[in-house]
């Protein structure tokens, strides 16, 4: 069976026909999901080893519509969220946190029509309800606004060095980002890749290889308190 159509079974379980009463000339909630596969899938960002996805996803539909769907907002953008999660399973798709869905009202949009646009961030998100009585999946922590650091230790004490740019270098050659002095690293040893509000980081060929926490990676999604040895440097990455 389909995801769509598990979807579609799922949703006429949950609300025993409603939409199909209710919504004959109005957004359909599968059509949601078939446009939120296809901005996923066209929307995607090739990596060395992966394929990552947007995991944020405005939806915008008229006014009618957003009045309809409000009381079922929650279990529906839940049900949204997971056949998003699916779709990138089924995939090979990789994705930077859980799908974060919002639905919004865009005035112009008249009943049936909706537009999605699409980002790729980190956060998580609850339900809320706007001033205007706009349904907003709004975010619990943000991590956008915290800077990434690369923190390197040794006797002459610590270099906290910023990572900026969309392609951060990594190695012993002059022209990197991050150059290190390190007769085991190589000239150009590693990237890391800034994706959204997450870093990725990526061994480049290395002759001694690249490790996270003690563990050899080709590719590796940072998190704060990560320890990535490239020879025998340590880099501890931070977000402040």
Request: glycine share 8%; hydrophobic share 35%; aromatic share 6%.
């Amino acid at each position: 069976m389909s995801l769509l159509r598990e979807l579609e079974q799922r949703l006429e379980s949950l609300f025993e026909g409603f939409f199909t009463r209710q919504f004959k000339s109005g957004v359909q909630p599968v059509e949601l999901a078939k446009k939120l596969s296809r901005e996923m899938d066209a929307n995607r960002t090739i990596s060395v080893k992966k394929v990552y996805v947007p995991n944020h996803y405005t939806i915008f539909v008229g006014a009618e519509d957003l009045e309809k769907l409000r009381p079922f907002a929650k279990t529906l953008v839940s049900e949204l969220q997971s056949f998003l999660t699916a779709h990138a399973k089924k995939a090979g798709y990789e994705l930077v946190g859980h799908p974060f869905i919002e639905l919004k009202r865009r005035t112009k949009l008249s009943l049936g029509e909706f537009s999605i646009e699409s980002s790729l961030e980190s956060r998580d998100s609850v339900v809320v309800e706007a001033p205007d009585g706009t349904t907003i999946m709004k975010p619990t922590a943000r991590t956008s606004t915290k800077q990434a650091f690369l923190v390197r230790t040794g006797r002459g004490g610590s270099t906290k060095t910023l990572l900026t740019g969309r392609k951060i270098g990594v190695g012993r050659a002059p022209d990197n980002d991050i150059v290190v002095a390190d007769a085991n690293v190589s000239r150009h040893h590693a990237r890391i890749e800034h994706l959204g509000t997450g870093y990725v980081l990526q061994d480049l060929g290395s002759t001694n290889g690249t490790f996270v926490n003690g563990a050899k990676v080709e590719e590796h999604s940072l998190k704060e308190g990560d320890v990535v040895v490239v020879g025998k440097t340590k880099l501890h990455f931070r977000r402040e």
